[in-house]
């Protein structure tokens, strides 16, 4: 029986490399690593979501079995009957070459004289550059989305980031905000990806990626790797509806990513960004403000990696087919079309987090570049007044805080204000992971956001110092701190502890807060408008 399974699908995949020559597959693989995308009938569009990345092998199942593509979507296909696991392996591949940009300066797309002046400016410095377009272009029923944007950078290619970094760091002025480090594809990776069922000895084997989709209505992923990186990292089984296909990724491992409509990946991504049963008015500005962050993210994320999005906390967390709940379902169906504009008819830029701790952040203070107006830190109180804290007034903030949104509700007793310990024995071995410092001795905060969020600490050890930037950068320095809302002290024992307050990055629409205005009365549209600056919801499909 596996000779004739063999020799069959050797007959159907010979044909099929027939009918396409070498270069049309590697188009089809290639197209993976770019911002291209399709539209629904219905003008919707499909995007591809990485669902993990890094992998030595991945397993799948459907009940009904799987159709495969082994030469790209359009191209013949082979059906594979029967409720089995089948698993995905990578042969003779080759990592991607990877290299780094230094980013001189931000400029819309758009905005032709002013790309052209920038660029004329720098090079007037004696920096020459070269241009990098992110985002896309696309329109809505007559309405035109452009979140194109031009990086003009440095004309070197760094081997490192760090070499990047340093570039910018030495600068005339220093770094402002629209200037950063950005990975980029150099060379595109390689490989063999094989598809295979042990008992059947079935085995299908094609160049950099293969696409497919379940017979049924589900595929069941097996041991889904998230929160890489964070201290809840684990592996789930979950189930996920579309089609899907397994690539070739960065590393020269795996990844397998799901495509399917927005609206449809909505439902899986709203209850994983909020609770399910939270009021009505949350879970719909919670939808709405998805949608935009889905949007923007076209095109400006994982620019090495086979897929548009990722479904972890770096784009926003999807867990598939399997996470949807039918009050978030009504609320993604409810607010279909909606988006949320700033106040000058662009699509906004809408991040959010957990719990603010009773002050959001700006946009910049926890991204390099990110600029938006709509992005401005303010207290989560009815006032909503926007006033920076000063060192010693962070710690009366923490000790004594206002009352607040996201303070009063039950679902923040862990979140809202925290305590982390830290043994001295075990933050040294932290530090030592990133920074030859020797053991710690101090810790300074050089600078705070106006939330009062660090981004940037200074590190003494016995054997030298150490600034760490970046707020998630500072946080994961000490295991995973929930925010980087934080004064830390060294106890008469030697050991150190953080009191601190939220939970993420503070930027944005504060969930927790955002649920106790809806409890308030507050519908969606007024909920997005407390904690977006300038902005307007408008339905556009």
């Not at 990513?257 to 609206?263: G, R």
């Amino acid at each position: 029986m596996r000779a004739v399974w063999s020799l069959l699908l050797t007959l159907l995949l010979s044909s099929s490399a027939l009918a396409q020559d070498k270069m049309s597959r590697e188009d089809k693989a290639a197209i993976l690593f770019s911002n291209r995308f399709s539209f629904t009938d219905d003008g919707e569009p499909v995007l591809s979501v990485g669902i993990m990345d890094q992998q030595k092998t991945i397993t799948v199942s459907s009940k009904a079995g799987l159709v495969v593509h082994p030469s790209g979507p359009d191209g013949p296909s082979v059906t594979l009957a029967g409720n089995r696991k089948w698993a995905f392996r990578v042969k003779q591949s080759t990592p991607a070459g990877l290299a780094w940009r230094a980013v001189l300066d931000t400029v819309p797309t758009k905005d032709f004289k002013r790309v052209k002046e920038s660029s004329s400016s720098w090079d007037q410095q004696g920096y020459k550059t070269v241009r990098l377009e992110l985002g896309t272009l696309f329109s809505f029923q007559g309405t035109v989305f452009d979140s194109r944007e031009t990086l003009l950078c440095a004309a070197q290619l760094f081997q490192t980031r760090k070499a990047a970094q340093e570039f910018l760091e030495a600068l005339p002025g220093g770094i402002n905000d629209g200037q950063r480090v950005t990975e980029v594809l150099d060379s595109r990776p390689e490989g063999r990806v094989i598809l295979e069922e042990r008992e059947t000895g079935i085995s299908i084997e094609a160049r950099n990626a293969i696409w497919f989709e379940p017979l049924d209505s589900s595929l069941i992923v097996q041991d889904v790797e998230y929160a890489r990186g964070f201290p809840w990292h684990g592996h789930q089984t979950r189930s996920y509806g579309g089609s899907f296909y397994v690539a070739v990724d960065k590393t020269g491992q795996l990844a397998i990513a799901n495509v399917l409509p927005a609206e449809t990946m909505l439902r899986g991504l709203v209850p994983a960004e909020i609770y399910p049963d939270a009021p009505d008015a949350a879970l719909q500005a919670q939808a709405i403000s998805a949608r935009n962050e889905l949007y923007s993210k076209i095109g400006h994320r994982h620019l090495a990696d086979p897929y548009l999005i990722c479904s972890e906390q770096d784009c926003q967390v999807y867990k598939g087919q399997g996470a949807e709940k039918k009050r978030t379902n009504r609320a993604v169906q409810e607010t279909r079309g909606k988006v949320i504009f700033d106040e000058n008819g662009k699509l906004a830029d809408i991040r959010y987090s957990s719990t603010c701790g009773g002050h959001t952040e700006d946009g910049n203070e926890a991204w390099a570049g990110v600029t938006s107006p709509n992005l401005r830190g303010r207290f989560d109180t009815e006032e909503g007044a926007r006033t920076p804290m000063t060192e010693a007034e962070v710690e009366q903030f923490l000790t004594n805080p206002p009352t607040t949104y996201c303070g009063r509700s039950t679902r923040s007793r862990s979140t809202f204000r925290w305590t982390q310990k830290l043994p001295a024995k075990e933050l040294n071995e932290l530090v030592a992971k990133k920074h030859q410092v020797g053991p710690v001795q101090s810790l300074e905060v050089l600078h705070r956001g106006v939330s009062g969020r660090a981004n940037k600490l200074q590190v003494t050890g016995k054997k030298g110092t150490a600034v760490v930037d970046g707020e998630l950068t500072i946080r994961r320095l000490f295991g995973g701190l929930k925010s980087s809302l934080f004064v830390v002290k060294k106890s008469t024992d030697g050991d150190w502890e953080f009191l601190g307050g939220g939970f993420g990055h503070g930027v944005g629409m504060c969930q927790i807060g955002a649920m106790e205005m809806a409890r308030d009365g507050k519908n969606s549209d007024a909920i997005l408008e407390f904690y977006y600056k300038g902005i307007s919801v408008k339905r556009i499909y």
